[in-house]
């Protein structure tokens, strides 16, 4: 039985190199994929966020409770981004 091990071993030994290697580099090509494709995941739904306009609406109220007094349960969401009632903020620095 050993010996039947011994020989198996023996005989892959020359192909173990190439298949490491080409392993190693397989791995090293999915975390880069990986890593690729999560940052322009991310960039694109920073873009797609960054289009939400209540933080410049009049009916924007900053508060955690009641955020907007027009749609309060699509304000500050992707829903909000096509919203027909928004109104610019007249005075920026006024809450």
């Known amino acids: 039985m050993l010996e039947l091990i011994s ?3 023996r ?11 080409f392993g190693a ?27 939400i306009p209540c933080p410049g609406c009049q009916f924007f109220t900053d508060n955690y409770r009641l955020k907007c007094t027009v749609h309060p349960s699509i304000a500050n969401t992707e829903e909000a ?3 027909t009632d928004f109104q610019p903020k007249t005075n920026p620095y006024l809450y």
Request: hydrophobic fraction near 55%.
């Open 7 to 9: 020989l198996v071993i």
């Open 11 to 21: 005989s892959i030994q020359p192909f173990l190199v190439p298949i490491c290697f």
């Open 25 to 51: 580099w397989l791995i090293i090509s999915l975390v880069l994929w990986s890593l690729w494709t999560a940052t322009r995941d991310s960039l694109k739904t920073a873009k797609r966020m960054h289009q």
């Open 81 to 83: 981004i096509e919203c």
